[in-house]
């Protein structure tokens, strides 16, 4: 295993930031955060037509790019880096992996994905952990599905769902489109404002089944979203620890840097020291995804990476001083993603308990 990051890697970040410096200003930002359409869906577009970071674990046969989980989590790195309001989590990772684990996958729906002509959402509730239960709050019976999912993320900018319900004969997984009098999406108030969820009601909505099996494409799914959440994690704190070093560096008091005064070098070389840490920890992950190693690797990851961008979120917003305080700064758009992201996919409580027992240490009380 190497963990470094490889130099088709580096080529991929560097297209990704370029396109994010351009497109994913902070004030750019905040703006559209305060409008009702907070998902920046031209900036989603060019992400998946031009650069083809929507299809990136889609295998060439499906018409994807053939990389693997690394390479996804060097777009999440750069994404938590910006908080760009874009629907990777939701559409790229969470929906396409869901539709990967069907037999046979969807090639056409993949395929529009991947390009970014169709925006998906896998209707669980983004606070579902790895290893849950089943969801069991949508019906499938008399061909039609009725019933309510809340919090579901990306789902205000989805076009297609998919869709975990239980019918008479156990779990099934669908596809719904979005555009039917019988689906309803409802914007819900999110902490986070640059990842908005929204509530589904299903109403008898006409659905595509998905053939396979259903319980181990949703669980694979939130696996690897699980995994690979810990790189956007790791662009949030590497964001928050760099924009904070370069404010200490040039604000002055007493007639000299805060940045030289002791007390904060040592908060800052702390921070360093964790995100150094999350860094492998979440490249690990992304490494194990699809092998032996990947509930453990995940687990581990996430519940280190959460933690350690809440952290850093908040040494931004306390060592900005005044500034850090104010709606005009972005450090509480960071703050409010890393607080999202550290109960999204499971808390890092639930992590430690699922942990546990799979190295053999006694569960965490």
């Given at each position: 295993?190497n963990?470094?990051y490889?130099?088709?890697?580096?080529?991929?970040?560097?297209?990704v930031?370029?396109?994010?410096?351009d497109r994913a200003?902070?004030?750019?930002?905040?703006?559209?955060c305060?409008?009702?359409k907070?998902?920046d869906?031209d900036?989603?577009?060019?992400?998946?037509?031009e650069?083809?970071?929507?299809?990136?674990?889609v295998?060439?046969?499906?018409?994807?790019?053939?990389?693997?989980?690394r390479?996804?989590a060097v777009?999440?790195?750069?994404?938590?880096?910006?908080v760009?309001?874009?629907?990777?989590?939701?559409?790229?990772?969470?929906?396409?992996?869901?539709?990967?684990?069907?037999?046979?996958?969807?090639?056409?729906?993949?395929?529009?994905?991947?390009?970014g002509?169709t925006?998906?959402?896998?209707a669980?509730?983004l606070?579902?952990a790895p290893g849950?239960?089943?969801?069991s709050?949508?019906e499938?019976t008399?061909g039609?599905l009725?019933?309510?999912?809340?919090?579901?993320a990306?789902?205000?900018a989805?076009?297609?769902?998919?869709?975990?319900?239980v019918?008479?004969?156990?779990?099934?997984?669908?596809?719904?489109?979005?555009d039917q009098?019988?689906?309803t999406?409802?914007?819900?108030?999110?902490?986070?404002?640059?990842?908005?969820i929204?509530?589904?009601?299903?109403?008898?909505?006409?659905?595509?089944?998905?053939?396979?099996d259903?319980?181990s494409a949703?669980?694979?799914?939130?696996?690897t979203?699980?995994?690979?959440?810990?790189?956007?994690?790791?662009?949030?704190?590497d964001?928050?620890l760099?924009?904070?070093?370069?404010?200490?560096k040039?604000r002055h008091?007493?007639?000299?840097?805060?940045?030289?005064f002791?007390?904060?070098?040592?908060?800052?070389a702390?921070l360093?020291g964790?995100l150094?840490?999350a860094?492998a920890?979440a490249?690990?992950?992304a490494?194990?995804v699809g092998?032996?190693?990947?509930?453990?690797?995940?687990?581990?990851?996430?519940?280190?990476c959460s933690t350690?961008?809440?952290?850093?979120?908040?040494?931004?917003?306390?060592?900005?001083g005044?500034?850090?305080m104010?709606w005009?700064?972005?450090a509480?758009?960071?703050?409010?993603?890393?607080?999202?992201d550290?109960?999204a996919?499971?808390?890092?409580?639930?992590?430690?308990?699922?942990?546990?027992?799979?190295?053999?240490l006694?569960?965490?009380?």
């Open positions: 295993m963990l470094l490889s130099d088709v890697e580096d080529q991929l970040r560097a297209s930031a370029d396109l994010l410096a200003q902070p004030a750019s930002i905040l703006a559209r305060e409008t009702d907070p998902h869906l900036l989603w577009r060019t992400l998946t037509a650069l083809g970071a929507g299809s990136l674990h295998p060439e046969s499906l018409g994807g790019q053939g990389a693997s989980a390479e996804v777009v999440l790195e750069e994404l938590g880096r910006t760009a309001p874009v629907p990777f989590l939701g559409s790229a990772v969470l929906a396409t992996t869901a539709l990967l684990g069907c037999e046979p996958a969807d090639g056409e729906l993949l395929g529009a994905l991947g390009s002509r925006v998906g959402a896998l669980v509730s606070a579902t849950s239960a089943f969801p709050t949508v499938y008399d039609v009725r019933g309510r999912v809340r919090s579901v990306d789902a205000a989805a076009d297609v769902l998919v869709v975990p319900a019918g008479v004969d156990g779990p099934t997984l669908h596809t719904v489109r979005v009098a019988q689906v999406v409802t914007p819900a108030v999110s902490l986070d404002l640059t990842r908005p929204a509530d589904v009601t299903f109403d008898g909505a006409a659905s595509t089944r998905l053939t396979g259903p319980e949703l669980d694979g799914a939130l696996w979203a699980a995994a690979l959440l810990a790189s956007e994690q790791v662009g949030v704190a964001w928050c760099t924009t904070t070093v370069a404010y200490l040039d008091q007493f007639g000299r840097p805060v940045g030289s002791q007390a904060l070098k040592h908060r800052l702390d360093f964790e150094a840490l860094r920890a490249r690990n992950a490494d194990a092998g032996p190693e990947e509930r453990v690797a995940a687990l581990l990851a996430n519940s280190l350690v961008a809440v952290h850093a979120a908040e040494e931004c917003v306390q060592l900005h005044g500034i850090g104010t005009e700064h972005p509480h758009l960071y703050l409010k993603r890393a607080k999202a550290q109960i996919l499971g808390t890092p409580g639930q992590h430690r308990r699922l942990l546990a027992p799979l190295v053999d006694p569960a965490p009380r």
